[in-house]
């Protein structure tokens, strides 16, 4: 059994029953080879069944042909440091908009964790926040396109485009799809209307990339957007990266040992695979040469089938060698060191050298957002 | 039987009874003569009982005898143009303000009854929300003293307060308290958080002159401030002004003809009066010499006695006269009509050159106010 709710992922989840559940829709081969082709350029992610779930992407690519355009929007809840889960589905955001050239709406709900645990406070939050816009500064996001924003500073510039979504939502809605009960906050049952606002930045098709725990959120916009005057927001969902621990579930920014961190030095990130990746391998070395390891339970192979090792000739390669044997559990996860490595140490520089300010106040985009205010 | 809520009074009100449910206190002869000592100036609203009950108001004279100061909250939600009974108690408000030397904010909640009522637009509200200011700003607070402000205008500024309050009310409350519903937006839901904020804009104790149908907000502040490390806000309640058409019940926005509006032309006024003032006199002008009226009824009577007959020997002479038969119903109307066209004038007259910017942007405390953002 599994429990999947923007706050709450829990057990072995089984992503065709979450399409079904949800009513999304299978990111068919067709419709994967069209978005690739849209943007000349093939996508690990995309190819490797790791964004897996749609809404009306067809219609997102319907109207970029026709040239009306769309554009796109993603988040991140500050609740601590980011690790490698959270930065994955930005990078995958990154590449849409190199490829399309769209605006993109980076929203930080400060408040959303802050009202939904006693222990945060407020402040606590904010350092977490400023932290985090550093990472998302480093994805390398387009500067003049891209605006990263936390809902307190923002607040005024959306409230009467708040006030409007939040008065189309009952809380009768609200706790069945949240599950809010009386014992809810009242800071935490308006939130929702706050994550929806951004979807009606433009008169455009709203593109969402995001893990698909958030997909509830879109359900709700999709039933009030029209009634409001805007389109029915698309959505592109990916799976949980997971756990180091095994196969199943979502790496947890509670739990630090089953998470890299974007902050992990090398020595960590070989010491982590090293001593918690789930191997699928025997238990010594004379087995595994003679009976060969199994990479579908193996965590340091599905993070490189999933994110980390684009080749196809060369993932196919380590899957051969570790299943017959040649390959050892300690070569495998070696692999995954120097990749995850390369990764973390391209990103330490780029965060060094982040432009926080463009992307919040200065660049094109966010100078005009400071300029706007939103209503229906 | 009565119903008070912020969102509707209706019924014959029994003052007495309000007191006993909502935890109130009488104001006692004793403390209003402390209130109009300590300001060396009498008033009528509080002489005549329209000013009626309090919570810690004793306290708030402590604080102010001890040199710790106090300051004052009120507010008017824009739902229309205003009457007469919207303006009283701003009226009261610039007494209290003028006696203390204190600071007093005045929040107009525009996002209120666009969120209560389906048929508002957020357009129309904002237009009824610039007249409202006009009219408050006509009253002549202080204007380094006075902050009036549109919610949705200063929603970043107190946005980390607002959700520190709101994460400290449950569902459950609210709903006991407000009669929420499965049905109500998660907008509304969240409303009460942003009508105690200003309670918390300083340190001392905040008094807030209004209504006895706005003191369930003050009930929950009172249940929250001392955790965030904010005092109990007091409250000092009138009465409701009654409707022309009998002494029972409240002032009307939704009923034109049941109140005095404050752009009612001289002759409106009269005519208003002499057709709806609902009359303690006799059916004849004979019968009313031979068996005299009944002041205690008669809403022309009742409105001078509340408000607009500072002079007690005044008001006394009246009484008598009118409850003999000496004085008819036409000449009782017009006492009144006299009393209701000079304040009138004078409100327009200051209207006119009302420097609405100075309380919303320039004055010294407005300037305080918008360099400030607001945390527990």
Redesign the interface.
């Known amino acids: 059994m599994s429990i999947v709710t923007p706050w709450e992922v829990e057990g072995s989840i089984d992503y065709d029953k979450l399409i079904q559940e949800f009513g999304t829709k299978r990111i068919s081969p067709a419709l994967r080879e069209r978005l690739m082709k849209e943007t000349h350029e093939k996508n690990v992610m995309l190819e490797r069944d790791y964004f897996f779930s749609h809404r009306d992407l067809d219609l997102v690519l319907d109207d970029y042909a026709k040239g009306k355009g769309f554009f796109l929007y993603t988040g991140r809840a500050p609740s601590g440091p980011m690790h490698i889960g959270h930065l994955i589905p930005l990078v995958f955001t990154k590449w849409l908009q190199d490829r399309f050239k769209v605006n993109l709406y980076v929203q930080l709900p400060d408040?959303e964790k802050?009202?939904h645990k006693r222990e945060y406070t407020?402040?606590g939050v904010q350092g977490y926040a400023e932290e985090n816009i550093r990472d998302i500064a480093a994805v390398g996001f387009d500067p003049d396109r891209t605006f990263v924003f936390k809902?307190?500073?923002?607040?005024?510039?959306v409230?009467?485009l708040?006030?409007?979504?939040?008065?189309?939502?009952?809380?009768?809605t609200?706790?069945a799809v949240f599950g809010?009960?009386?014992?809810?906050?009242?800071?935490?049952?308006?939130y929702?209307?706050y994550q929806m606002v951004p979807t009606f930045f433009e008169k455009k098709r709203c593109l969402i990339p995001a893990a698909i725990d958030q997909d509830p959120y879109w359900r709700i916009q999709r039933d009030i957007a029209e009634g409001l005057g805007f389109h029915k927001t698309a959505a592109i969902h990916s799976k949980f990266i997971p756990p180091l621990q095994g196969v199943h579930g979502k790496m947890s920014a509670s739990v630090a040992d089953t998470a890299i961190w974007l902050n992990d030095g090398e020595l960590a990130v070989r010491k982590k695979i090293m001593k918690y990746a789930f191997s699928g391998g025997r238990e010594t070395v004379e087995e595994h040469r003679k009976l060969g390891g199994n990479p579908d339970v193996d965590v340091s192979f599905q993070w490189l089938k999933m994110l980390f090792e684009p080749d196809e000739q060369r993932l196919k390669k380590i899957e051969g060698e570790y299943r017959s044997g040649q390959m050892l559990t300690g070569e495998l996860k070696q692999i995954l060191v120097d990749k995850l490595n390369a990764f973390l140490a391209t990103h330490r520089e780029r965060r060094e050298k982040a432009d926080v300010e463009k992307f919040m106040y200065e660049g094109k985009l966010a100078q005009k957002m400071w300029e706007t205010t939103y209503?229906?």
Do not use: C, D, H, R
């Open positions: 408040e802050f009202l407020w402040k809902n307190s500073e923002y607040a005024s510039n409230y009467p708040l006030m409007q979504t939040a008065k189309k939502v009952t809380f009768s609200a706790k809010f009960t009386n014992e809810t906050n009242i800071g935490m049952i308006q929702p209307a209503e229906a």
